[in-house]
């Protein structure tokens, strides 16, 4: 027969493996808790970095564009203005050759 003794020291044994027990299920639960929270914040955190990293790419895109839409514009100026003037220069020889057809058939001489 188990004595009294070892009967209450085994019951108080019994009562602080259920007290660590449930100490142990509340500090994993808190840091469960806490690991989430601490994940949850870091998530934010690389969302708000990413999200200011695909701003900046974005800024750098569109500078590029129109940094290059300038540039073609500008080409696309120049291109104008040499095929104006070869456009002048044709007219302009046109007029001296319809000029020298008048002339020649009409005579430069007023009547």
Do not use: F, H, N, T
Not at 56 to 80: N, V, W
Not at 84 to 108: F, K, P, T
Request: proline letters at 0%; a negative charge; hydrophobic letters at 45%.
């Amino acid at each position: 027969m188990v004595s009294a003794d070892v009967m209450a020291e085994i019951q108080a044994a019994e009562e602080e493996a259920r007290r660590m027990l449930e100490e142990a299920k509340e500090k994993a639960s808190r840091i469960v808790v806490e690991s989430r929270v601490k994940a949850s914040k870091l998530l934010e955190a690389v969302e708000r970095e990413e999200s200011a990293k695909l701003a900046e790419a974005l800024r750098r895109a569109e500078e590029s564009a129109a940094k290059e839409a300038e540039r073609m514009l500008e080409e696309a100026r120049k291109e104008r203005e040499v095929l104006i003037e070869r456009a002048r220069s044709r007219m302009e020889a046109v007029a001296r050759w319809l000029a020298s057809e008048v002339v020649s058939r009409y005579g430069g001489g007023r009547g």
